[in-house]
């Protein structure tokens, strides 16, 4: 059992380049989200989504895209990355309907953007 | 609205010494509440949670009760390790919703 899965571990970009993040879960949760990790920030939702084809924004959605295609995948789209989205970004899943359920975490995604 | 807030840190201890991070947060209704790890380089992970009022999540020598007369829930450890070295996270998921909101993390040292 995989768990959340994040490809890549690690991305150098240049301002205005745009690139994807991946995000895959097996264990057939409904809700998946994305979050970003700054020093003395904590956790920043960025967009959730509660299943396949239902998005919506989270606290910091500005510069992201997301969809949902599949219960399994939830990747996060850079459009023209900016050196301020140079963070450690988090996927998450969790299963809905019940008030007692944790959520997920993937290992990460250390971004850097020159 | 839904908040957490959790005692600045760094926090560095000596080892077997005993620990407190604060928690305290606001929500409508009765959230369930959380503490999540994160090791250096890795994502975070669950380490305990409570689901009503005067709960007690317990996990590694960790403890917390969810004291709703003080919307606290304070991680303790009576003796901690060099293992024990990581981010800890206060989270809450309010009653409706799946949306979690987090704390900004602790950072704790323990040094031998």
């Known amino acids: 059992n995989a768990g959340v899965t994040q490809t890549p571990k690690f991305q150098v970009l240049k301002t205005g380049q745009s690139m994807t993040l991946q995000c895959a879960q097996d264990?057939?949760?409904?809700?998946m989200s994305w979050y970003r990790q700054d020093p003395g920030m904590g956790l920043r939702l960025i967009h959730y989504?509660?299943?396949?084809?239902?998005?919506d924004q989270g606290e910091v959605p500005n510069g992201y895209n997301v969809s949902r295609s599949t219960t399994e995948d939830f990747p996060l789209r850079l459009l023209s990355a900016a050196p301020s989205q140079t963070s450690v970004y988090f996927c998450?899943?969790?299963?809905?309907?019940?008030?007692?359920?944790?959520?997920?975490f993937g290992p990460g995604t250390r971004l850097t953007v020159t | 609205g839904n908040s957490v807030t959790q005692m600045e840190g760094p926090v560095t201890l000596s080892e077997e010494a005993f620990l407190t991070i604060n928690c305290t947060y606001t929500?409508?209704?009765?959230?369930?509440l959380f503490w999540y790890v994160q090791y250096p380089g890795e994502g975070l992970q669950l380490l305990l949670k409570?689901?009503?009022?005067?709960d007690k999540g317990s996990n590694k020598g960790f403890e917390a009760t969810y004291r709703k007369e003080t919307t606290s829930f304070h991680l303790e450890k009576g003796s901690v390790q060099v293992s024990d070295s990581a981010v800890y996270f206060c989270?809450?998921?309010?009653?409706?919703?799946?949306?979690?909101?987090f704390g900004t993390g602790t950072s704790l040292t323990v040094i031998p």
């Open positions: 989504s509660v299943g396949a084809g239902i998005t």
């Open positions: 989270a809450l998921k309010p009653n409706t919703g799946n949306q979690f909101y």
């Open positions: 409570a689901t009503k009022a005067d």
């Open positions: 998450a899943s969790s299963p809905t309907g019940a008030d007692t359920y944790e959520q997920y």
């Open positions: 929500a409508t209704g009765y959230p369930s």
């Open positions: 264990m057939n949760h409904e809700y």
